[in-house]
């Protein structure tokens, strides 16, 4: 079975400063990770996947994460971000090679940027 | 092309009515799911479908039930709601095995009193 950790249920960051939203995940078997942003009312939109090759994704809107396998670690980050990036971000984590392609969830951070 | 639609968009309910949510998707995908998300605690499967006709529980199946009588269409059913069942539902589909893509509606927001 797998797990996802969000330690950081909010993340209050300024207009333009750098920003890292943390996940780990637990597993006893190879996985896929995904980031997936939640606009307020609004549904999820995936930002970025880890599928296999080079450990540094990049997704949407400048964000980007690296794949760490020894520290079971997929951390977000964008360089500058904007007003607009306000939202709820989840990570998430699917078996590799599993049948059913289920998506496990963390609990979700949220990501508020300040003027 | 429309994607994932879930309908309604907004529901109140009264504690032990019954209702479905309506989920379709017009781009052939096999696997469908139903998610819940309850603030704080991320979202949550309910229930999954990997074709027409088959159908299996997620973590929280306890109060729904479901059914895929065609690849388009997977319905959530809530038969005596609970006010533990207030929550947002998400449907989402994926293309099949391999493919790792998901496309989720733009959920349901529920409420039960």
């Known amino acids: 079975a797998q797990s996802v950790t969000q330690l950081d249920s909010q993340v209050p960051v300024f207009e333009e400063a750098p920003v890292e939203l943390r996940c780990n995940y637990s597993s006893s078997v190879s996985v896929y990770l995904f980031w997936y942003v939640q606009y307020p009312n609004q549904g999820l939109q995936l930002l970025l996947k880890?599928?296999?090759?080079?450990?540094l994704v990049k997704g949407i809107n400048g964000f980007e994460a690296e794949f760490n396998k020894s520290q079971t670690s997929f951390h977000l980050r964008k360089p500058s971000v904007h007003i607009s990036d306000t939202a709820e971000y989840f990570c998430?984590?699917?078996?590799?090679?599993?049948?059913?392609?289920?998506?496990?969830f963390g609990t979700g951070t949220l990501l508020a940027v300040q003027p | 092309n429309a994607g994932v639609t879930q309908t309604p968009k907004f529901r109140i309910l009264k504690i032990g009515q019954s209702m479905t949510l309506q989920c379709t998707q017009d781009?052939?995908?096999?696997?469908m799911y139903w998610y819940r998300q309850d603030p704080g605690m991320g979202l949550k499967l309910i229930y999954y479908?990997?074709?027409?006709?088959?159908?299996d529980k997620g973590e929280v199946p306890n109060g729904y039930n479901v059914s895929r009588s065609t690849t388009e269409d997977f319905p959530l059913r809530l038969e005596l709601a609970a006010p533990s069942q207030t929550s947002v539902y998400f449907c989402a589909s994926n293309p099949g095995q391999g493919a790792r893509g998901y496309t989720f509606g733009s959920g349901t927001r529920l409420t039960v009193v």
């Open positions: 479908s990997v074709g027409a006709g088959i159908t």
């Open positions: 880890y599928l296999s090759g080079s450990t």
């Open positions: 998430a984590v699917s078996d590799l090679g599993g049948a059913t392609n289920k998506l496990i």
């Open positions: 781009m052939n995908h096999n696997y």
